[in-house]
């Protein structure tokens, strides 16, 4: 079957450094993407990743490895309207995305 | 330019009764999704549809739900003799295709509620 996995829950500290990570068994594999979402809106793209590597954004970073079905989202210097859900989606071998239950991300003062 | 739009924002209805739920997406957008999402949980995939067709119906739980998207554009999700485990919140995303890595941009959903 498919499945992707992802912490829970993370609490972090406004200024520091968060690493969410995200695992996937998928039947194929067309790229890995992270999307935010704020409690009560829409979900909005953040990164994707097809190849293996880091790829930076700005305060976030996104890395693969495919061998490992591996990814984690990396936010630096947090800021407190970073809290927030971070979902990792994987799309699979009929481009379809396959959607992990999200990491709820509480930063505190 | 404009985003996704959904309308209603909220839908409340009696367990039985039949729902429409309306999705316009951004213009010139030919993939259209539609998505369930639960409290806690990831979007649940349930129909897209390429241009007019329904490319891919699988995740529709059942044949009480039907999608369609007449001219390519508007999409309606219609739901008859609600449950109330249909409960929740009704996402549509629209990409510039498919078949490929296009980024999905959601609109902000419906939440239905079936009492």
């Known amino acids: ?3 992707i996995d992802q912490p829970t829950e993370m609490t972090a500290t406004e200024g ?38 880091l790829e930076e954004k700005g305060r976030f970073s996104s ?22 859900s971070y979902l990792c989606a994987v799309m699979d071998s009929n481009y379809q ?10 930063i505190k003062p | 330019g404009a985003g996704v739009s959904q309308t209603p924002s909220n839908k409340v209805t009696e367990k039985g009764k039949y729902v429409e739920l ?4 951004i213009s ?13 949980q990831g979007p649940e995939f349930l129909i897209y549809f390429q241009g007019t067709g329904a490319a891919d119906d699988s995740g529709l ?14 999409s309606t999700l219609k739901i008859q003799r609600t449950e109330r485990g249909d409960s929740a919140v009704y996402l549509c995303a629209s990409s510039l295709g498919a078949g490929g890595p296009y980024e999905q941009y959601f609109g902000p959903g419906t939440r239905l509620t079936v009492t």
């Open chain 2, 61 to 74: 739980p059942n044949d009480r739900f039907f999608a369609v998207r007449p001219e390519g554009s508007v």
């Open chain 1, 1 to 3: 079957g498919q499945n």
């Open chain 1, 63 to 84: 890395f693969l490895s495919r061998s490992k079905g591996y990814s984690y989202l990396l936010l630096k210097e947090l800021q407190m309207k970073d809290s927030a």
């Open chain 2, 22 to 25: 309306r999705c316009d997406p």
């Open chain 1, 16 to 53: 520091a450094i968060v690493q969410i990570n995200c695992t996937y068994q998928t039947s194929g594999f067309n790229g890995l993407f992270w999307y935010q979402q704020h409690a009560g809106e829409a979900p909005t793209f953040l990164s994707y990743n097809v190849l293996d590597g």
């Open chain 2, 28 to 40: 010139g957008h030919t993939a259209l999704y539609w998505y369930r999402q639960s409290l806690g």
């Open chain 1, 97 to 106: 995305l396959i959607w992990g239950a999200g990491t709820k991300l509480i």
